[in-house]
């Protein structure tokens, strides 16, 4: 089983979609959790980081579960400029001597088309 | 605040040459990586650096790539000889001590031909 699992997508939805995107992880010790967004041809870059009472910021809401061992990501009023990689990021549970280690998920393309 | 630089941008050699990869983090930040991404996939850890000491090198294939932070602030990355499945972004972040958020450089992207 992968670390981190996502569904590659590609997802494309018009503008003003809503769109989720899923993702779990394998070690159930992990604490610390992001979505990092990632555009064609550049670096990855922090967009949220996910907390188990869930997040919200702006048109974006992300939600943990622990129990499922499961991070969802949701973009609402999707504009064109969503249009991106979106990784699913793990943090190696604290204490090791890895702490600070990001297991990346393979990505999940979404287009947003007019 | 500068963010983390890398050079070259682009490069591109033939099986069994060599290639070094340079990154140069911002300023403070103690924690230093390298990862690996192949097209169509997340980045993988090859290397993590506290100061100028290797935490963790355990995906990286240490028959044909080094790395060093001699002085604890900027790193290379060596790859000899290199293959054509080594055709991939290295992509360079650093962390600040006591915070969780990794910020990454442009990257480098190589083309193994």
């Known amino acids: 089983r992968k670390e981190v699992e996502q569904d590659p997508g590609p997802f494309n939805v018009p503008e003003g979609a809503t769109v989720a995107f899923n993702c779990t992880y394998s070690n159930s010790a992990s604490q610390s959790f992001f979505w990092y967004r990632q555009d064609c041809r550049k670096e990855p870059k922090l967009l949220m980081s996910?907390?188990?009472s869930g997040n919200e910021d702006g048109r974006f809401t992300a939600q943990l579960n622990r129990a499922s061992q499961y991070i969802s990501l949701l973009i609402r009023d999707s504009k064109l400029s969503d249009s991106a990689t979106y990784l699913c990021?793990?943090?190696?549970?604290?204490?090791?001597?890895?702490?600070?280690?990001?297991?990346f998920g393979q990505g999940t393309i979404l287009t947003v088309h007019p | 605040e500068a963010g983390v630089a890398q050079s070259p941008r682009y490069k591109i050699i033939e099986k069994r040459q060599s290639v070094a990869f340079w990154c140069n983090p911002i300023s403070g930040h103690a924690t230093l990586y390298w990862y690996q991404q192949i097209l169509g996939q997340g980045p993988k850890l090859l290397i993590q650096?506290?100061?100028?000491?290797?935490?963790?090198d355990s995906q990286l294939p240490k028959d044909r790539f080094s790395a060093e932070r001699l002085k604890g602030v900027d790193s290379t990355l060596k790859i000899q000889p290199a293959k054509l499945e080594d055709s991939a972004v290295y992509l360079c972040?650093?962390?600040?001590?006591?915070?969780?958020?990794?910020?990454f450089g442009p990257g480098t992207r190589l083309l193994v031909l």
């Open positions: 650096f506290q100061n100028n000491g290797v935490v963790d």
């Open positions: 996910v907390y188990s």
């Open positions: 990021v793990v943090n190696d549970p604290p204490g090791g001597t890895s702490y600070g280690k990001l297991t």
């Open positions: 972040a650093s962390r600040q001590q006591g915070r969780e958020t990794q910020y």
